[in-house]
């Protein structure tokens, strides 16, 4: 079992730059989680999948912020454009169902200068 | 989601045992009590979760009251591995698991 693996594990880029953080779940997972870390927030769900369709994506901060799962193995994260405040490690998470627990990856740590 | 209270951080001597409380006294009735870990620079990583009955798993015990309104993570022998933050949630599903403040674990030599 490889767990959740996350892609890249740093980023630096400067503002108004996209970035692309990638997430490839534990196979046979069906549920998705993005969360991002900040110290002033704590961990934040932005949005999760099931069975590669998006459920909730209220936590998503804005519009520059999209997630996509074009198949049950890959997610990503884009940030389009990227600005400072958006510095922070985001995780990926993936469960089984419903009652089983979250397996996180070990995050993408952005910064933007 | 139900409000929890946890210390912002305890101590523990190595090879000691360890309870980190946590109440939650709006906890719902079909809420299931979860406790997770963040060790530095990685991940959360999920450590053990129950509803009424105490539960044990190899890594930690979970002792909840009868009321439901608190619960004890316990850790019978604390490590240097065990420091980190633990989260504890009270929640109706894994996917609206929030994540608080937790309570940050020192352990001491």
């Known amino acids: 079992d490889a767990g959740v693996i996350q892609s890249p594990r740093h980023e630096v880029t400067e503002m108004g730059q996209e970035v692309t953080l990638r997430c490839k779940p534990i196979?046979?997972?069906?549920?998705l989680f993005w969360y991002r870390q900040t110290m002033m927030r704590g961990l934040e769900l932005l949005i999760y999948?099931?069975?590669?369709?998006?459920?909730?994506d209220s936590g998503m901060p804005e519009d520059r912020f999209s997630a996509k799962m074009p198949n049950a193995s890959f997610s990503t994260l884009k940030i389009q454009p990227s600005e400072p405040r958006d510095s922070a490690v985001y995780f990926c998470?993936?469960?089984?169902?419903?009652?089983?627990?979250?397996?996180f990856g070990n995050g993408t740590r952005l910064t933007v200068t | 989601d139900a409000k929890t209270t946890q210390p912002n951080s305890m101590e523990s001597n190595e090879e000691e045992p360890v309870h980190l409380p946590c109440n939650h006294s709006?906890?719902?009735?079909?809420?299931?009590i979860h406790w997770y870990r963040q060790l530095p620079s990685q991940g959360p990583e999920y450590v053990i979760h129950?509803?009424?009955s105490n539960v044990n798993n190899r890594m930690a015990s979970l002792a909840i009251a009868e009321d439901r309104k608190s619960s004890t993570l316990i850790l019978h022998r604390a490590t240097l591995r065990d420091a980190a933050v633990y989260y504890c949630?009270?929640?109706?599903?894994?996917?609206?698991?929030?994540f608080g403040t937790g309570t940050k674990l020192q352990v001491i030599p």
């Open positions: 998470a993936s469960s089984f169902s419903t009652n089983s627990p979250l397996h």
């Open positions: 196979s046979g997972h069906d549920y």
């Open positions: 999948f099931n069975n590669n369709v998006p459920i909730d």
């Open positions: 709006t906890i719902s009735g079909t809420d299931y």
């Open positions: 129950g509803l009424t």
């Open positions: 949630i009270p929640s109706g599903g894994y996917q609206k698991v929030t």
